[in-house]
Structures are given as C-alpha cells and as structure tokens.
C-alpha cells in the first residue's frame, strides 16, 4: 500500500508564505510527474503545478512567479514554497502522483489535503 502525506498548510496573513511538503510512503519503485492540486471552498479541484522526474515545472497562471515547485526523488517527496499569498489562495492542497510499485502497479495516489488559509 502506498500513500501521500502532505504537511504544511494553516493560517497565514496576506502577503506571507508558507511551504507545503509532501512525501510518499509504502511500497514505492519510483513516482512519475508529482503535483499540487487546491479546492477553494464551493468550487472544484484545480490544478497548481506539477514537476516531471527530471525537475521540469509547469504552474498555473494564477500562482506563476509566486509559487514554486521543488522535488527530491530519493525521499519520494514534492515542496512548494508559496509567496506573496492573497485570500483567493485559501484552498485544501491536495499532492498527488502517480506511484510505481514492486509489482509494477501503478497507483494514482492522492494526499489527503492540508488547508491553507489566508486571512487577516
């Protein structure tokens, strides 16, 4: 069994940061493009940003230049750093990646979520 766990998330004043984590545990041979997805309250999951095995990135036009995302692949995890943060950031940030286990299944593996809140 394989699992996300992110860490990370809480209450913050506009224009601070925070720093996410997100780390894979269980049966792991490698994980494929590792990423950041959020839910705002009443609205659907977006996408953030994602970073491929070699460390490519790619984000979200509303985060770009303020955001970063960040990978080590010995330890299975994914970071980003947030800054600048305004209250449309409030959201549950969701870590998700594809997992490759021993038996060569592959799991599409979710975190459970680590709320951000951005208030004054």
């Known amino acids: 069994q394989v699992q996300l766990v992110e860490s990370g998330g809480g209450l913050v004043q506009p224009g601070r940061s925070l720093r996410l984590s997100c780390t894979a545990s269980g049966s792991i041979v490698s994980t494929y493009t590792m990423g950041w997805y959020r839910q705002a309250p009443g609205k659907q999951r977006e996408w953030v940003a994602t970073i491929t095995p070699s460390s490519s990135t790619n984000y979200a036009d509303s985060v770009k230049g303020r955001f970063t995302i960040s990978r080590d692949n010995a330890k299975n995890s994914v970071y980003m750093p947030m800054h600048s943060l305004n209250p449309e950031d409030t959201a549950v940030y969701y870590c998700?990646?594809?997992?490759?286990?021993?038996?060569?299944?592959?799991?599409?593996?979710w975190g459970q979520g680590t709320l951000v809140t951005v208030s004054t």
């Open positions: 998700n990646a594809p997992i490759v286990t021993p038996s060569g299944l592959i799991v599409n593996a």
